[in-house]
């Protein structure tokens, strides 16, 4: 079993910064990838951005250059780091870890963490 804890979302300004934080614990040996995903009121849940143990990232087009993904392999934990936000990065951000990137199977989700962009 995999247990998932996120923190790090809130209420922002837009142009304003929010770091998100996922640790894994359990079974997690085999859980190559880590990443994020977030769902908006009325809209189907979309990947934001996805890393492998190795390093590699991969990210949605629209939050190129404003957030960045990391690991800490040491800790079994991932973050987003979110710059330059948008009110339509409004959206509950979920953390996901799971075997291979090609495929949603086996895959395991945080609670998720609520991010409001507003002035």
């Known amino acids: 079993q995999v247990q998932l804890v996120e923190s790090g979302g809130g209420l922002v300004q837009p142009g304003g910064s929010l770091r998100l934080s996922c640790a894994a614990s359990?079974?997690?040996?085999?859980?190559?990838?880590m990443g994020w995903y977030r769902q908006a009121p009325g809209k189907q849940r979309e990947l934001v951005a996805l890393?492998?143990?190795?390093?590699?990232?991969n990210y949605e087009d629209s939050v190129k250059g404003r957030f960045t993904i990391s690991r800490d392999n040491t800790k079994n934990t991932v973050y987003l780091q979110m710059n330059g936000l948008k009110p339509e990065d409004t959206a509950v951000y979920y953390c996901?870890?799971?075997?291979?990137?090609?495929?949603?199977?086996?895959?395991?989700w945080g609670q998720g963490t609520q991010v409001t962009v507003s002035s």
């Open positions: 996901n870890v799971r075997p291979t990137a090609t495929t949603l199977a086996g895959s395991y």
């Open positions: 359990g079974s997690i040996f085999r859980l190559n990838i």
């Open positions: 890393t492998s143990r190795g390093g590699s990232t």
